[in-house]
């Protein structure tokens, strides 16, 4: 098989803050694993630096030890070239991307969906959230309207800057009472100052908080105080911490789990210690947002995920397969991955 590596540049049509940073616009790679008899494959590698500490070039490193690997895999199991790739390539960033592509190639060989060959039955629905970036109580404010029109029920709210108990009365109070508001601190706080904003921010009305604190101890310590549900996720990468129990909730992300295959045994491992799961997006490309739906169908049930993201690039033309509609997106039902990059 032939591997082809292409950089890509997708602009954010708002920078996006968060704890770790601003975040205005997304390089990707996009990688094909085209196989002797002509089918390829499309995955994409989503690093991104400012969040997971890891370069478009670490990356492009990693996919390189892939090539050798894939020029000696035609004909080949998939899941035997996907372990040698990952023994190969140390960067999940890079695993995912070689993942993705060849759950494609081989759904279009079979002309089936990915979710089919992962074992699910039918494309379920899947449950997404609205992200409101906005610092100021007004334009959270205008985003939540406009969430609450586009027939979401959940809500995710970044916290750790600025006024956050502002920002969210003004969000709780165009939602209404009903929908779901979770928030996420990106581990901005101790356990202490999570302990005194979530006393400060629960009676708002609160689905989970994601990495209030970082680190399993003071996550644990975190949730064994309050009643709240607390979701891990940067935490997650540490050693041990996905089969920890420390928080009640993890939230699972493709590309730093090595694609679908890595998705799926991270959650296998979180739900064995009665964790519960759900899926986000890194700002992945639309490639990445199909993968995470299709493993999403083997996956559930799950608490809304994160992967209403794609809104989110400036001049995309988003798949018609991935439009989010009231709330939910479903897994694309073309052989493959179903969708284009
Ligand atoms: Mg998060």
Redesign the pocket.
């Known amino acids: 098989m032939r591997l082809a590596i292409a950089p890509r540049r997708l602009r954010l049509r708002e920078p996006i803050v968060t704890a770790h940073g601003t975040v205005t616009d997304r390089e990707l790679l996009d990688v094909l694993v085209i196989g002797a008899d002509g089918v390829t494959g499309a995955g994409e590698a989503a690093p991104l630096p400012s969040y997971d500490g890891v370069s478009l070039d670490d990356v492009r490193a990693a996919l390189e030890d892939c090539r050798p690997v894939l020029a000696y895999a035609d004909g080949l199991p998939r899941e035997r070239v996907a372990a040698a790739c990952r023994d190969a390539a140390v960067l999940p960033q890079a695993i995912a991307a070689i993942d993705l592509a060849l759950w494609d190639l081989e759904g279009r060989r079979r002309g089936e969906p990915v979710w089919r060959l992962l074992g699910a039955e039918t494309a379920s629905a899947v449950e997404v959230n609205a992200l409101i970036g906005a610092e100021d109580p007004a334009g959270a404010t205008a985003q939540a309207t406009a969430a609450r029109a586009a027939g979401f029920r959940c809500v995710k709210l970044k916290a750790g800057i600025g006024d956050d108990a502002g920002r969210l009365e003004a969000v709780r109070a165009a939602l209404g009472p009903d929908m779901a508001i979770r928030l996420?601190a990106?581990g901005a706080w101790n356990v202490e100052q999570a302990l005194d904003a979530l006393a400060v921010l629960g009676p708002a009305g609160i689905e989970l908080v994601?990495?209030p604190v970082h680190g399993v101890a003071a996550l644990r310590a975190v949730q064994e105080a309050t009643e709240l549900t607390i979701a891990m996720?940067?935490t997650s990468v540490g050693p041990g911490a996905l089969g920890s129990g420390a928080a009640r909730a993890v939230?699972l992300k493709l590309t730093r789990n090595g694609g679908i295959s890595g998705l799926l045994e991270a959650a296998a491992i979180a739900r064995a210690a009665g964790t519960e799961v759900y899926l986000?997006s890194t700002l992945d490309g639309p490639l990445g947002i199909a993968g995470a739906l299709h493993a999403a169908a083997v996956l559930g049930p799950l608490r809304p995920c994160?992967l209403a993201t794609l809104d989110a690039f400036a001049d995309l033309d988003v798949d018609r397969a991935l439009t989010v509609r009231d709330g939910v997106m479903h897994p694309p039902s073309g052989p493959g991955l179903g969708v284009r990059a």
């Open positions: 996420d990106n994601e990495e996720d940067e939230c986000a994160g």
